[in-house]
């Protein structure tokens, strides 16, 4: 069910939801396959009984409907793969977060200067426990292709081969990348997209790919170079993957964030 906590203006909304607000500021009707959660926003009281939106979801609805920077944060882990992120307009900026199962996601609003944590807190950044922050991380990269990579991973997954020797001999795949999976804690994906301020000023983006492997550390799937289009990679696709820090990471996410000349400015409103 939706609600709302006003003590720290957050909200449990599922995408339906978010949808049937969107239909309601556009003044359309609502389709027979979003009547339920149509009904569950009334019953928590966030739609008045002439379906008009409260003030208290004013900031959240409006940032939705206009953003200026959308990032998505895509991590696959034992319960699967959840979508979390953040949505910045030109007033409010929100974090959405999904617990695993659920359908529902907790919207909170945040200060600008703490989004780079948020995302890092989504992708459970954290310090190594193997590797000092004082010390280097050793250079080291693994390259294959992304059908041995889900052969691989497929073959783990079942539990076909508990040693990395006998699952990389299984799948054809490097030694060494049998080894970093084997201690895979999850995958993710962090995409930021923006209306660009350059060119014909249509969508820009940017995304990193990263493996946590535990005691083998960190990850940056390098190749294929993300953002990476549905369809563009294949089971020939190179795959390179390189060892990296918690510390670089964090630049890293920092680096996919728009900088304000980036920016396509804010349309004009009406009537100005």
């Given at each position: ?23 309601l500021v556009d003044e359309g ?232 000349d980036e920016l396509r400015a ?7």
């Open positions: 069910m939706p609600s709302i906590d006003l003590a720290r203006r957050r909200l449990r909304l599922s995408d339906a939801h978010i949808s049937v607000l969107g239909i009707q609502i389709p027979e396959d979003h009547a339920q959660a149509h009904r569950e926003l009334r019953e928590a009281a966030l739609l008045d009984p002439d379906d008009k939106i409260v003030a208290d979801l004013y900031p959240l609805v409006s940032t939705l409907m206009a953003p200026r920077v959308i990032a998505q944060a895509e991590v696959t882990g034992p319960l699967g793969t959840t979508l979390n992120g953040a949505v910045v307009g030109d007033d409010f900026l929100f974090t959405h977060e999904r617990w695993p199962g659920e359908a529902e996601s907790e919207y909170v609003p945040v200060e600008p200067e703490t989004l780079v944590w948020a995302l890092a807190r989504m992708v459970d950044l954290h310090r190594e426990t193997v590797v000092d922050e004082q010390e280097q991380v050793p250079a080291e990269e693994i390259t294959s292709t992304m059908g041995t990579l889900d052969a691989l991973l497929v073959l783990m997954e079942e539990g076909n081969a508990q040693e990395p020797e006998a699952a990389a001999a299984a799948s054809s795949a490097p030694v060494r990348l049998a080894e970093v999976l084997a201690q895979l804690n999850t995958m993710w994906r962090l995409t930021v997209v923006w209306q660009d301020a350059a060119g014909s000023g249509g969508p820009a983006a940017r995304a990193l790919a990263v493996w946590d492997c535990g005691v083998e550390g960190y990850w940056v799937r390098e190749l294929p170079a993300e953002p990476v289009a549905e369809g563009e990679a294949g089971p020939a696709t190179t795959l390179k993957a390189r060892r990296s820090s918690a510390r670089e990471i964090w630049s890293l996410i920092t680096g996919l964030l728009p900088e304000a804010p349309a004009p409103a009406e009537g100005s």
